[in-house]
Structures are given as structure tokens and as C-alpha cells.
């Protein structure tokens, strides 16, 4: 039961130890703050992808400014430790999940989704990941349109903002997404 992987969520992972005492400096990758602010049972994998291993969060604050939480691990208590789990994913169990309104996704859901324009119906790639920066970005991967792209194995790829505006239909039933860029968007690949 423990390692089937759509179970578990990952919230962030252990950039660096913070301070003498045993806390941790997280890079959140979830959207839902309360996810390091309310004590309770996460989950830590190690870079090694092992069954994640059940700890207890005690505490957490956001570092002002940045996409990073300082957090309090049950058993960690000084910086040596906290060195230890450097790397580490911080992992909740999927039904803990908070609810969605309809027009609100997980990061999670949208990763290796096709990309469709919306005008053409043509699929023009996936998304590979998504930054959030004042509003979050979509990362595509295109598909090669043409022959000496598909020799050159190059790949290119372009940042989307995800509004309603250019992005209006996330299917996660069909596993697609349809996007109406803007005019040279996508000629903004690189």
C-alpha cells in the first residue's frame, strides 16, 4: 500500500539545514501554506526514492519574499541531522488533499498533461513543469514541427502564463490542456 505513488504528494523538499537547532530550510511546491504550518504527520523520502518514512511536522513560517519554509521535524534536533536530510522530499498522503474549487488544480495534476491550440486543435507539446512567479507558469515542452528539428533533437521549450485568458481548458479527465497563445509566444521558445 505504502508505495503506490499516487498516493503521496509532495509538498517540498530540504534545500538546507537552518541554524544550530535542528531546523530545516524547505522549497514548497504546493500551493497550500497550511501544508507547513499545521503540526502534524508528513512524509520524508530520501533522494534514493525509498518508501517514504512517517515524521511528525511541529512547527513552520514562510521566509519572507521567497518560496522557502523554515520547519521543525520531531527528532531533529541539531544541524548535523538536519544536514542528513538535505535533498529529502516532504510528502503528505494524497487524501489530505485540501479541496479544490473547480477552477483550481495541483500542481502535481498538470505535470506531463498535452498542450493543444485551442484554434487548430493541433497538439504542440506537454508540460514538464510549472514556476510560480507573482502568478504560475507553465513550462511546455514542444513537439518538433518540422524535419530538422526532429534531426537536431533539439528541444525547445516555452513558459506560459497560466491565466484563464490563454489557457482557458484544463481537461484532467483527458489528461490534455488547451492554450490560445498570444500572437509570437510561442516563437518565444528557446
Do not use: C
Request: proline share 7%; aromatic share 6%; glycine share 6%.
Amino acid at each position: 500500500m505504502e508505495s503506490d505513488q499516487n498516493k503521496w504528494l509532495e509538498i517540498g523538499t530540504i534545500v538546507a539545514p537552518r541554524g544550530l537547532g535542528g531546523e530545516l530550510k524547505v522549497l514548497s511546491s504546493t500551493d497550500f501554506p497550511e501544508r507547513f504550518k499545521i503540526p502534524g504527520k508528513r512524509w520524508l523520502q530520501s533522494p534514493q526514492n525509498d518508501s517514504p518514512q512517517p515524521i511528525e511536522l511541529i512547527s513552520g513560517k514562510p521566509v519572507a519574499g521567497k518560496n522557502i519554509y523554515v520547519v521543525r521535524l520531531q527528532g531533529i534536533e541539531n544541524r548535523n541531522q538536519a544536514e542528513n536530510l538535505r535533498g529529502y522530499k516532504l510528502l503528505v498522503i494524497d487524501e489530505t488533499t485540501p479541496k479544490l474549487d473547480e477552477e483550481e488544480y495541483h500542481v502535481s495534476q498538470l505535470i506531463d498533461l498535452d498542450v493543444y491550440d485551442q484554434k487548430t486543435g493541433k497538439i504542440i507539446g506537454n508540460v514538464v513543469d510549472i514556476f510560480t512567479a507573482g502568478h504560475d507558469l507553465l513550462e511546455i515542452k514542444l513537439i518538433p514541427d518540422t524535419e530538422t528539428e526532429v534531426k537536431q533533437k533539439k528541444e525547445k521549450k516555452v513558459f506560459i502564463p497560466f491565466v484563464y485568458e490563454i489557457v482557458p481548458v484544463v481537461d484532467l479527465k483527458h489528461k490534455r490542456i488547451e492554450i490560445n497563445p498570444p500572437k509570437g509566444l510561442l516563437d518565444l521558445a528557446h
